[in-house]
């Protein structure tokens, strides 16, 4: 088990920026890759970002490329989710996970609880 706590969500200011954490509970942390997925009211699950375990390699959206950047501090057990450029379109309920790789939701083993976006125009 990979308890997963999402945090930093909250309402901004189109063009505002914010900054998602997730922190992980247990000792594997490190071993894991991570991701980021949202679900918009009325929409599936998405791929948001992505990161190996080692840092390594990222992957991201198409949507979110250039505005969004994801990192991890394994010492700390902690991914994050820098936002920047924000548009309303971002507006979701945001999730972390572990276990997978890439865009495929059933592809991640373990999953947070949420952590809601609202960005204003």
């Known amino acids: 088990q990979v308890p997963l706590v999402e945090s930093g969500g909250g309402l901004v200011q189109a063009g505002g920026s914010l900054r998602l954490s997730c922190a992980a509970s247990g000792r594997t942390f490190s071993m894991y890759n991570m991701g980021w997925f949202r679900r918009a009211p009325g929409k599936e699950r998405e791929f948001v970002a992505a990161?190996?375990?080692?840092?390594?390699?990222?992957d991201y959206a198409d949507s979110v490329k250039g505005r969004f950047t994801i990192s991890r501090d394994n010492a700390r057990n902690t991914v994050y989710l820098e936002m920047n450029s924000l548009k309303p379109e971002d507006t979701a309920v945001y999730y972390c996970?572990?276990?997978?790789?890439?865009?495929?939701?059933?592809?991640?083993?373990?999953w947070g609880q949420g952590t809601q976006v609202t960005v204003s125009s």
């Open positions: 996970a572990a276990g997978g790789w890439g865009s495929v939701v059933s592809e991640y083993d373990y």
């Open positions: 990161i190996t375990w080692s840092s390594s390699t990222t």
